[in-house]
């Protein structure tokens, strides 16, 4: 089980870090990911990392704002969003599997979701 956790209301240029924690069993995902899903629109690939955390994966949209990072010791993703465009408002998903790390066919178990809004 994925928890994500860390959504929120924040104005336009903030920021706002979301974490995702695995519980309930012992696996070790190769890649970690988080996605969004933007009122009317459909989930979309927003950043990953691989296990060593040498390889990161971002989309174009958030590159340059959003960092991903990883704790192996707590299985635990982590998404830093800086300088926050109301276009970042959506549903953000965690994602955790061994296969493709930017689409969601890659990813074998999810988080339930965590809402961010931002404002402008």
């Known amino acids: 089980q994925l928890q994500a956790s860390g959504g929120g209301l924040v104005q336009a240029g903030g920021s706002l870090r979301l974490s995702c924690a695995a519980s309930?069993?012992?696996?070790?995902?190769?890649?970690m990911g988080w996605f969004r899903r933007a009122p009317g629109k459909e989930r979309e690939f927003v950043a990953a990392?691989?296990?060593?955390?040498?390889?990161?994966y971002y989309a174009d949209s958030v590159k340059g704002r959003f960092t991903i990072s990883r704790n192996n010791a707590k299985i635990t993703v982590y998404l830093q969003m800086n300088s926050l465009k109301p276009e970042d408002t959506a549903v953000y998903y965690c994602a955790a599997g061994y296969r493709a790390p930017t689409t969601a066919m890659g990813y074998d178990y999810w988080g339930q979701g965590t809402l961010v809004t931002v404002s402008s």
């Open positions: 309930g069993r012992t696996f070790s995902p190769y890649y």
């Open positions: 990392i691989s296990w060593s955390g040498g390889s990161t």
